[in-house]
């Protein structure tokens, strides 16, 4: 045994591949949630074929497993280059986005006027969750592209519109969001960029942005920021802030690019992860930009594409969970090490599989408990943004805004809590990068800072729309959930959660009256409260409509591991709420 | 503002810098443990005086902050190169390793006949927790140098001692632990490396091992590896490995080094973090191996060095929370944004600081409750380990085992979430590597998986010390807490949640006996919910004897907050635990 032919163990590394869930998305679907009847009130959907959705499902996930997972991680190992204000991106990664933009998946649930397929977001959330799963950094240019298509197309004009989908529909052009100023993160009001109007009504941007994820790049003909700024008269804060569509390339008449704008990365950020995401610092220098929307309301607008960002980041966590298990079960299938509890189980070999050893399955069930309940959540949020967009229902629209900082929080938060346990799973592995484990652990950090803070998703969850109706439309979901037929067993555990949380709903409700610290103190707890429950409820809805075989067996398996040893959490959690805000606030900040 | 002047807001990111807790570690060995009084009834502390105690803390403060944290960052980003065999630590580690050497911290708690300086392992467990917090890379060379000495000194012959402690303890060289082969990790039983007499009665050790953290380096004069190898005729299974020291350079018997041994390093390992430490795989190709102990005793003897490296890798975690506090908590003071929800309290700022946001407190204060709980518990279960060694005292030697598992993966769980807390109170800064934060997540996540992963040490928790004696000790525990005064406030709170705690520990063994599963099924949850009552418990003591200034208004603050916020977490973790062990073995090897 030479030293020099051993390159180390991490040579060994498998892998990470990527299957997607075929058929826990057509039973969700079909089983669950029944969409088909739900799609075929909807006139927009009416059309749309239960084999027609499977067949997009089927082709979303060969994409994923076959053009975009190869690239996640010599993406990472790669990462991206910068030099001169030029960027250079991971190799593949131009042609697979190429790939995934000419097949349509970018304009997928988007308006079939400029080029988008206009296929339900309930739909979307579903292969968004492969894109994630699959390469999250290669992803990222398209989500930002997909969002800043929503924007356009809300608040665009004629032209605008005419100019930019269709192009960014086809990721031809990416899209980017330029929020962040190095002293102005979550706290947007105080940004400095500023916007001059010019005599030919377009405006001149000058002014330093940071952390812009795909930013600049080299992988599509044009790069269209939607970017925040202040007008020199603009009022004060938030109120001030104005949006503008700044591309890279100034667009001539007949659609081709034309002259370069004045804007530049001026160097790549060095991040933990997403490392095939370029990640910018941009400078803009009398860049041309066209007012998006009008004056001064320019957050309001940006929210159109930050609110589906905050729904694709959840759906990235749910990504990362979902691979963390894949990668984990895999593992522990093949590894053998130890033995059963209760006497070898493959007594011919040297060891038993890691499966034997009930740790190893609560760090695998776990897992899977999160990633099939997200998905189901993200379906069922899905949904109601569909129910609202394209029927018209302001209740399904409230539960819809209601539960998006859920989604971004909650499974962004259990994205990390599972791709750590599936890192846990693979022993000193996880921590070798040939393995692919830590990487996913790095990549899904992000999900939990970026669009918006987990604790600012809390934020917004409990201090805006919670407080906003004193509840209401959180009782109405609780409602739902408690007239839910179910197996008898999750009756009784269903009905005792629901309970809970509506007191301690109304307890917070009430004791924010007298104490404006009280929602933030306990938000977060909150916040995990809500997902937990309904998680609670789509396991019981799972479990009680799955089939009677292996793959329902699975489901009921899965589903009374959650109510059993997750769902408790809630208990810890309704007794942190009831805590005081003095809990937070007691301690002088001078002591910190 | 010129495009290529600026490089990115990473290099506007702040150093990490670490302080040592010189305060709280007075507190704790003055007011809280009164250790003067403990160590005056043993014979070997009887001189020790409090000032020289004070001293060597601060002592050892000094040399993390100024001669070990400034190469933190450092030496993340450098990393250790390997060339032929060869490796090459990061710029300034030798020198930095040989001033903690020559200092005498290597040997702090060591035999003094062989150089050690004597001293109790209370103390070695505040300074350890201080050299983790200021470079974790750097003091692993360290560790596993001060491990090595424990288990030569227990198990070796005079001569082996007086060969190898002198130099090991000296730094001279330093030592490692050649444990894991690639299909051998938690399951060591089942290694394959093979030692065979020779006709002097050294042994021939040939085979591969990974993951041997320090193995080769260029710091020391020679590398003392405790290789575990498997004699020809050995039992099969753990009952049939030995131990053996190989180190690098065969000693002459003047000390200085001769011949260089049969073994290399065959590559350096590419890890997630802790990358200034260098952990390779080895070659051991007929190197000459001397016998530590008793043939096919050898896995015993290396838990000598096991159980020191256990509590040791407790302090890494807790050091990671600490590091973390204190960078976020610098973060949170200076950072300006957003507005305090009763209204701006800095008004003539742009913006108010970060502590005025109550999530920002919760972030902050859990970290701390971690922090200062968690280096309570380390000294706690130190003094335990001395009473043992210095004073006979087997209830305090029963008390110190049952504790060590959950020293190791308590601290080590609870660095890794205030590491991940840490990072989300700086935002996007924390993603960023030029702000140092997000090294401090990836390096404590090895904390949890090595030396043990922390669901080996539940199980050893559950399914071995609480099994043997069916919970006496942690009864007798349990009753030293219930008989500890402690201010009004705390009694009833740490009362229930020690009856809680026993409740649920005799149900555990009480289904034990009929279902070998059960153990393996609620370990890890037990394990946390022990290590809750114990932060509880030293909670309640700090806060309780806390003085009358800022110090103790900030110790009974945290303690409240601890007890509102963080203690509930034990409701959940005793609903899961009563769950029985099909909860995670029901699903069907073939599901997962």
Aim: charged residues 20%.
């Amino acid at each position: 045994m030479s030293a020099t032919t051993i390159r180390g163990s991490g040579e060994q590394g498998k892998a990470v591949e990527y299957q997607v869930q075929q058929q826990d998305i057509e039973f969700l679907l079909d089983d669950v949630f029944d969409v088909q009847s739900a799609w075929s009130k909807i006139e927009a959907f009416a059309d749309l074929s239960p084999d027609v959705v499977k067949a997009i499902v089927a082709e979303g996930g060969r994409v994923a497993a076959e053009v975009m997972a190869p690239l996640n991680q010599s993406g990472d190992a790669e990462g991206c280059q910068w030099q001169d204000g030029e960027v250079t991106t991971p190799t593949g990664f131009a042609a697979a986005f190429a790939e995934l933009a000419q097949g349509g998946w970018l304009g997928l649930s988007g308006n079939p006027q400029f080029g988008g397929q206009g296929m339900p977001k309930s739909l979307g959330c579903l292969v968004e969750e492969m894109f994630w799963s699959a390469n999250s950094s290669l992803y990222l240019y398209g989500t930002l592209t997909v969002g800043a298509c929503l924007c356009i197309d809300a608040h665009g004009s004629p032209e605008q519109k005419s100019v930019y989908l269709p192009k960014l529909y086809s990721g031809e052009w990416t899209g980017a969001m330029a929020l962040t100023e190095s002293h102005a993160g979550t706290d947007l009001g105080i940004m400095r960029t500023k916007a001059e109007v010019q005599s030919d009504g377009s405006y001149a941007i000058t002014g330093q942005k940071i952390f812009i994820t795909s930013g600049e790049h080299d992988m599509a003909e044009n790069i269209v920021h939607l970017t925040l700024a202040r007008l020199p008269d603009a009022p004060l804060g938030s109120k001030g802030i104005s949006l503008f569509i700044v591309p890279k390339y100034l667009p001539n008449d007949d659609g081709s690019v034309g002259e370069r704008n004045g804007w530049s990365s001026g160097s790549l950020e060095h991040k933990m992860g997403i490392k095939g995401s370029a990640t910018s610092v941009i400078n803009y220098d009398g860049a041309k930009g066209f007012l998006l929307g009008e004056e001064n309301q320019g957050l309001a607008a940006m929210f159109t594409m930050m609110n589906y960002e905050r729904l694709s980041v959840g759906l990235q966590g749910l990504g990362a969970a979902q691979l963390a298990y894949q990668h984990s079960a895999n593992y522990a299938r093949e590894r053998l090490q130890g033995r059963a509890p209760a006497g070898p189980q493959n007594p011919d070999a040297v060891a038993d599989s890691l499966l034997v050893h009930p740790d190893v399955r609560r760090m695998l069930l776990t897992q899977r408990a999160y990633a099939e309940g997200c998905r189901a959540m993200g379906l069922y949020v899905g949904m109601q943004l569909d129910l609202e967009k394209y029927a018209g229902d302001q209740r399904a629209g409230r539960i819809g805004q209601l539960l998006t900082p859920v989604v971004k929080a909650f499974l962004t938060d259990r994205g990390l809590d599972c791709a750590v346990l599936g890192q846990q799973v693979l022993g000193g592995h996880g921590y070798i990068k040939e393995w692919g484990m830590e990487q996913i652990v790095r990549d899904a950090r992000i999900g939990q800072i970026y669009e918006g803070a987990n604790g600012v998703q809390a934020i917004d969850l409990v201090g805006r729309k919670i407080m906003r109706d004193g509840g209401k439309t959180l009782q109405d979901l609780l409602g739902d959930i408690t007239a839910t037929t179910v197996a008898p067993e999750f009756v009784e555990p269903l009905a005792d959660v629901c309970q809970r949380l509506d007191a301690v709903t109304q307890s917070v409700v009430a004791r924010a009256q007298q104490d404006p610290n009280l929602p933030g103190a306990v938000s977060v707890d909150f916040l995990d409260f809500v997902g937990l429950t309904l998680c609670a409820w789509l396991w019981a809805r799972m479990a009680s409509c799955a089939p009677q075989n292996e793959f329902g067996d699975a489901k009921r398996a899965t589903a009374r591991y959650f109510f059993a040893r997750l769902l408790p959490q809630t208990l810890g959690l309704e007794q942190s709420i009831k805590a005081e805000s003095a809990a937070v606030m007691e301690m002088p900040e001078t002591l910190f």
